[in-house]
């Protein structure tokens, strides 16, 4: 057996090792890898083989050992003359393909993996029917246990590589190999050669994002949150792993309170290693979205000071210049980052609140009616309003059209209302002659039916309520709105489009959305417009008027080269951001020589009043202010009155003088200093100082040049802003899967896939979904790389 695998089990891997709950190997049992049937295993292969022979004779070992007993036994071989000559049809035809047991089971696991389907699916009938009408040879169906088994077995192998991964951020100067017996291959140290991608050292700087979601099993909602990890390695690489998925901890009420979400993700994060993570971003699905604001600790309210002015846009018009408050800030921020809002929820909040305004959800509630009474109609108006639908569907696309029909059952969702009210405004002129025209159908067929009965009053309003609504003021009301979600969708695209939506865009997205988009104007066109834009900037300023929060997103913003000059800020703001950079590279430079003392940043410009040259300074500089003047004329009578051995610590030499000494070096020893002060090592300080200053001289990017690539080819000439760049870059600035909903998969996607699952499977399928890690291979290579 291979050390190297030591779940790989015997007869060539068709049998490996069962792995207990605590991740160790058990010796003693085996489970087929075709069937994944356990059996006891005590050095004896003759029942494993057997149950190959009986169960899976289409398998290389069942065929060969066939073939083995035929070459033995002549009288069992059939005689070739007897045997009829077989022609192909033609030269193209091949042989199928033999399908493994395994292979099929790894297929069905992975199919659960990728869709997010719970473990029952496959004891269903109809999954059984297509199973063996694709695979007539696949006779020994998985059930839901064995299923469920073989992706616990994959989430504790994923895990245990996980922990490995982050085991190695510490570790990496230790020259002691740990060899995990239960881990794969591929996490295993190396003796030689470069580590692979996943080996490499990575900062001890850890960002956390928390996806808190509402789970619906069988009529029961319960509230989840999924942990989620950000870093950034050596080679500037970023990972985004989810770590676990548990049930949120609520105290007892309806309603939970975002410190019980903080105080749930470090003792979440705790049970990874990671006592304090650089920063948290909480994303919260659903109604309480609105309620997501930034958790103050009692130093970070403390911190603040007074709050900010309503109407600011840069969340600095408080007077930066209170020293009294610089050191609690500075306090704060070393023992971690404040909780940051996810910018999806911060936008949802104010999209919903918006959406309950009272003209807003009448005028909503007048459109949804319409398309009802369009889509839904009654039995008796069908054949006609059929007729009016499809010349609508006609115009609209595809993606226009189910939102459209959707509208008719429910209201739209926060990230779908702008598409839906632009399609409909563009359209605007046929859907107001589809509500003409069925209104004087209608009203025809009240007529007439008013004739028949005798009934008839020409000026009678009484029948009118049920024609549909003309929209003429509700139209201007949705043209104003969309005035309004026209940038926060902008916002959200732009976030959603990126490869890696990350923190260092909100600043300069808040920055044009507060002081450009938002701001009510005199040229506004109606009294709602003003009100929505006040709603929505309030709405906005309550999740990120945190001064500590517009710290992390300055800082971030700084780092990011697309925003190098940060030319979107007042001058005052630019000043503090790079002052606030400045303090967290010299914070983060001093936590990384604590993490690593061995490899601790050595600077050769300036030094520090510490450092071991400076200490030769100060004995010189005593020494020089110890010693008494000298006085040549009286020199010659001391040196006669002096004992021979006695030698002062002042007047000491060097009995054995080098060489290469000139003869006034040899003279004044350590006195003489023939390198000027600035070239010794600096101090941390310094270091900052003259990094920051070419730093800023730099030009930059353009926009959309990838930062971690322009910070790839930079680190060497930035060593301790890199360090800064690979606390800040990793962090995101959404949570979970909410930008990939947005602008792939459709609202709310996600959720609706996650609620197939079981509760008692969440864990292990979001962990092994998020992370890619599917069991035709042991781990990828670079995990949500």
């Known amino acids: 057996m291979d050390d190297a695998k030591p779940y790989v089990g ?79 049809p033609s030269s193209q035809v091949t042989p199928a393909p033999t399908i493994m047991s395994s292979q099929v089971a790894n297929a069905i696991t992975n199919f659960l993996i990728r869709d997010l389907h719970s473990p029952a699916l496959v004891e269903g009938e109809g999954f059984k029917h297509m199973l063996q009408t694709i695979v007539p040879s696949y006779k020994e169906m998985l059930t839901s246990c064995e299923l469920e088994s073989l992706l616990r077995g994959h989430h504790i192998k994923g895990k245990l590589s996980l922990i490995q991964l982050f085991k190695k951020k510490s570790d990496c100067t230790n020259d002691e190999e740990m060899n995990d017996y239960t881990a794969p291959i591929e996490f295993e ?51 985004n792993l989810a770590l676990t998925t548990q049930r949120l901890v609520e105290s007892g009420g309806k309603d939970f309170s975002l410190q019980e979400v903080e105080a749930q993700v470090k003792v979440m994060a705790k049970e990874w290693g990671i006592s304090q993570p650089n920063l948290v971003l909480l994303g919260v699905e659903g109604k309480y979205a609105a309620k997501l604001k930034p958790i103050k600790s009692e130093k970070g309210a403390e911190a603040t000071g007074s709050l900010p002015h309503p109407n600011s846009t840069t969340f600095l018009e408080r007077d930066d210049s209170a020293s009294p408050e610089e050191p609690q800030v500075s306090e704060h921020f070393s023992e971690g980052l404040p909780s940051v809002p996810c ?45 009016h639908a499809q010349k609508l569907l006609q115009t609209l696309a595809k993606q226009e059209q189910a939102s459209v029909k959707s509208w008719a059952h429910s209201p739209p969702s926060w990230n779908g209302l702008y598409p839906l009210l632009s399609s409909i405004i563009k359209h605007k002129s046929l859907i107001c002659d589809i509500i003409r025209e069925m209104n004087e159908e209608t009203l025809k067929k009240e007529e007439e039916a008013s004739e028949a009965s005798g009934s008839y009053h020409p000026n009678s309003t009484s029948n009118t309520s049920s024609s549909l609504p003309l929209l003429r003021s509700e139209w201007k009301v949705v043209e104003d709105l969309c005035l309004v979600l026209r940038p926060l969708d902008v916002a959200c695209r732009t976030l959603a489009k990126e490869a890696f939506p990350r923190l260092s865009l909100v600043k300069p997205i808040l920055t044009g959305l507060l002081s450009r988009h938002l701001v009510p104007r005199p040229s506004d066109s109606s009294s709602i417009l003003k009100e929505v834009k006040r709603m929505m900037r309030r709405e906005l300023l309550s999740c990120y008027d945190n001064p500590a929060v517009n710290r992390v997103l300055c800082v971030a913003c700084s780092l990011d080269p697309q925003f190098h000059g940060l030319g979107f800020m007042e001058d005052k703001e630019q000043i503090s951001t790079f002052n606030w950079l400045k303090q967290e590279a010299v914070r983060i430079a001093k936590e990384n020589g604590k993490a690593n003392p061995s490899t601790s940043l050595q600077i050769k410009r300036s030094s520090s009043p510490l450092s071991p040259e400076s200490e030769g300074d100060i004995r010189r500089s005593k020494r020089l202010k110890h010693c008494p003047p000298i006085n040549f004329r009286d020199l010659g009578v001391e040196d006669e009155f002096s004992d021979p051995g006695e030698v002062d610590d002042c007047d000491y030499v060097d009995s054995d003088p080098q060489a290469d000494l000139s003869g006034m070096e040899f003279l004044l020893g350590d006195l003489f200093c023939s390198a000027p002060k600035r070239t010794r090592q600096s101090s941390v300080e310094e270091s900052v100082d003259m990094e920051m200053s070419v730093f800023r001289a730099d030009k930059g990017a353009s926009l959309g040049v990838e930062p971690l690539q322009w910070w790839k080819t930079k680190a060497t000439q930035f060593p301790l802003l890199a360090s800064v760049a690979q606390a800040y870059l990793a962090a995101p600035a959404v949570a979970g899967n909410a930008a990939q909903d947005f602008i792939q998969e459709g609202p709310g996607t996600t959720n609706r896939k996650r609620s197939n699952i079981p509760p008692e499977s969440l864990d292990t399928i979001l962990f092994l979904h998020h992370n890619g890690f599917f069991t035709n291979e042991s781990v990828p290579a670079s995990p949500q790389e």
């Open 189 to 239: 140290p190396k003796s030689h050669g470069r580590p692979p991608v996943h080996q490499r050292k990575i900062s001890h700087f850890v960002t956390f994002s928390a996806d808190v979601w509402l789970h619906s099993w069988m009529g029961n909602n319960q509230r989840y949150l999924t942990l989620w990890a950000h870093f950034i390695d050596d080679d500037f690489s970023l990972h």
């Open 10 to 88: 015997p007869l060539d891997g068709k049998f490996e090792f069962k792995i207990k709950e605590d991740g160790q190997v058990d010796r003693q049992k085996v489970l087929c890898t075709m069937c994944w049937k356990e059996f006891s295993y005590h050095r004896s292969t003759s029942s494993l083989k057997y149950h190959i022979n009986a169960k899976h004779p289409l398998s290389g070992d069942a065929a060969a050992a066939a073939s083995t007993v035929a070459s033995c036994q002549p009288e069992l071989q059939v005689p070739m003359r007897c045997m009829p000559p077989v022609m192909p």
């Open 343 to 387: 910018f999806f929820s911060a936008v949802q909040g104010c999209v919903e609140e918006v959406m309950l305004h009272p003209v807003i959800s009448k005028t909503l509630s007048q459109f949804q009616s319409v398309f009802s009474s369009l889509f839904l109609p009654p039995a008796e108006q069908r054949g006609s309003c059929l007729l």
